[in-house]
Every structure is written in C-alpha cells, then in structure tokens.
C-alpha cells in the first residue's frame, strides 16, 4: 500500500484527519484488505529490539486452586508460595481448578470471534473515543502514527456493584439489541473474573504477609476493564507484534488465550513463550498492585506475538480499584523506603489514555509527568529487553 493509495476511508477518527488530502492516506487496519497487501506497511514494523525471537517456554508451576476454595490451609499455603516465588521473580502465573465454568469461558471466545467477524462499518460504529479505554480499535491506528500493534480490540468496563448491568447495557447501546446475548455472556464472564481476582487478592495477601483481606476489600468496589483481543494472521510476523512490550498499568491481569500460543513474558532475562492450556488461566501482575506491594512485587514484562497461518484470541479481564482510591501499600509494606508516592488509579488511567503508551517504563514515566507526586525516586521494577 503506497503512501498515497486512497483507501476507503474507514479510519476510526475521521474528524482527527484534516482534509480529503489526509483522508486518503488514512490506514485502515481492515484485515480484509491488508491481507491483500504485498508488503507490511510501515507503520506496522517494529524496532529489531522489540522483535526478538524465542524458542524457549517458561515452564512455571500451575497453582491449583482447588484445595485453596476448599478452605484447606495446608493447600493455601502452598499456593500462596508458588504465588510468592513467581511474583517476586517476574510477575506471572497460571491457575487451575479457578471455578470458572469452562462452558462460558467457551461462549465468551465464540461471541468475541462473531463481533469480529462483523464489517469493518459496524465495528467501528462501536469504535473507541478519544480518551476512553472502551470501544472497538483496528490497530490503534487512531492513536498511534507508528508500531502499530496487528491486531484489533474491543474493550468495556465492568463494575459488579450489584445495581444494574452495567455490560449488558453498553453492549446494547454501541451495538443495538441484537448484541444483547453476547452482553449477557460478557456480564457473566465479568461477574465469574471479578469473583476469581478477588480470591486471588487473598492469596497475594497471604503471601505478602498482609492482613488476609486488605486487598480484597481494597479492590471489592473496584471497577474492571475486560479486553477481547483479536491477531489476524499476518504475512510478516517477523516484522510485527500483536501487543508490544509492556507492563500492564493495571493491579492484576486475568487472561484466557486459546490454544494458537503467542504470549510471552520477560523472565529470566529472556523472553519465554506461555503454552497455552485450555483449562488454566494466565494472572499476571500490574503496575498497580506493584506499587501497592511497595515494589515486592514485579509487574510482569509481557508482549504478544503474532501467527503467519492463524488468528489468534485472548480475553483479558484488567483488574482495576476504585477510581479515585489512593494507591498505598499497607502494613507492614508501608515502611521507608517507599518506591512509588501515593497515586490514584484514575490519574494513571487517563495519563495512558490521553498521554502516554504504556510500555515498559509507564509509572517511571507517570510519576516523572505529575512532578508533585515524585517525591521518592522510583526504582527500576526489573531490566528491561533492551537493557
Ligand atoms: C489500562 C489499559 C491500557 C491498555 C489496556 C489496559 C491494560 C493494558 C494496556 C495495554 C494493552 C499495554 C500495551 C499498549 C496498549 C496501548 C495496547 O497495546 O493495547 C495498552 C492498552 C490501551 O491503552 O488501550
Ligand atoms: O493477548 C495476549 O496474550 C496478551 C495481551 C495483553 O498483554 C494485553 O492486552 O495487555
Ligand atoms: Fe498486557
């Protein structure tokens, strides 16, 4: 696709685009017709560092959550230390026996894969709005001019106070009341996360040593952000990342990939493939509750790459407390020295919505932007690919 060639003009944010001139280099991440392409555009390609390959896997202990939901303490004890130890290493772990009912895990990537499925139009009649998480996405390219992630997404939050249905409700809004079986199974997937991350608050309390249920009434009013993520098979995966590296800037990550593999986290030194296992779900750390464990614990370091032969889908359910709480380690976390001020939530969230992409360094980044909150130096969470 030259520079020049007119496209139909499908960009998710027309009015950003200044004339018929701008329109018609406008990209559009429309599988249908990128697929078509001889060559990746350039905004697609990737710095050489970020592209790294991997053969290798990160072969981690499955924490079985069984005995743990059974009230056994000799079981949650020993989850709490397969926890402890991947969490003070790299930020990342798999559970099995997790409660959620497989069948709706199942409904969840069957309704993910048919609003996908849908034309670029209707899509994007559902696209994000500048400075909202919520929404479809092809490619952030309403966003971002360069290293444009392959994929596509569709994000919407979740809150489970019990007044409403707050899901249900946006699906029927951006994508009318045909989509209200699919909000149905969305809302429900939510309810079945939000129950399962709030067990694991506890299970990270106990292995921090934190009174058992700070955490979990720390996040009980909180409000979530579940991510349907979608890779299209590309020609040049070499090139391209499905989700560059990153740290989530959210507390806890819940995420169920199919069986096509492409995950990876930065452990070791190296970048590690994650084998996918249709029975587990992968949790992963965030920038959040790193702060909140005074920096014990590691944000995991993680990127998706993408298949030449297949598509490829991963639901993420993104832990987030109350807007407006103050982020604080507790007792007995809260001793000097502090790595992270206080913050809240909803100043993070709106700095990588409105200023930043969050990548590697995005608290370092936030702390160093609201000048008044730095008043302890961050340290380093843990060295970087490229470092
Ligand atoms: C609060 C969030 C921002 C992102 C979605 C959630 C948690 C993960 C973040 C993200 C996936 C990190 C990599 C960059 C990003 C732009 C992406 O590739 O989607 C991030 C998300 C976002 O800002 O939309
Ligand atoms: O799709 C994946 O496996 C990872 C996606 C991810 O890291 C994210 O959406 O934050
Ligand atoms: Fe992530």
Known sequence: MDSNSPTLLLCSSPYQLKDEREKKKALVFDTSLLLKQPSLPTQFIWPHGDLVTTQEELNEPLVDLEGFFRGDMAATTTAAEFIR???????????????????????????????????????????????????????????????????????????????????????????????????????????????????????????????????????????????????????????????????????????????????????????????????????????????????????????????????RRSLAYFVCPKEDKVVRPPPPLDVAPRNYPDFTWSDLLRFTQTHYRADVTTLQTFFRSHLSLSTTSPSPHHPTPNN
């Open 85 to 311: 130890a991947a969490c003070l290493s790299h930020g990342f772990f798999q559970v099995t026996n997790h409660g959620i009912d497989l069948g709706l895990v199942r409904a969840a990537h069957d309704h993910m894969d048919a609003f996908f499925k849908l034309p670029i139009t209707k899509k994007l009649s559902a696209r994000r709005k500048p400075g909202s998480v919520c929404g479809y996405s092809g490619a952030h390219a309403d966003r971002y001019s360069s290293k444009l992630p392959w994929k596509e997404t569709f994000s919407f939050g979740y809150h489970g106070d019990g007044h409403g249905h707050v899901v249900v409700d946006y699906f029927k809004s951006v994508l009318g009341g045909d989509f209200e079986e699919t909000g149905w199974v969305y809302e429900k997937y939510c309810e079945a996360m939000k129950r399962l991350s709030l067990a694991v608050m506890e299970l990270l309390a106990i292995s921090l040593g934190v009174e058992r249920s700070h955490y979990r009434k720390f996040f009980e009013d909180g409000s979530s952000i579940m991510r349907c993520n979608y890779y299209p098979p590309c020609h040049e995966p070499g090139l391209t990342l499905g989700t560059g590296p990153h740290c989530d800037p959210t507390s806890l990550t819940i995420l169920h990939q199919d069986e096509v593999g492409g995950l990876q986290v930065f452990a070791n030194n190296k970048w590690q493939g994650i084998r996918p296992l249709p029975n587990a779900l992968v949790i992963n750390i965030g920038d959040t509750f790193m702060a909140l464990s005074n920096g014990r614990y590691k944000s995991c370091l993680h990127r998706a790459v993408v298949s030449r032969e297949r598509a």
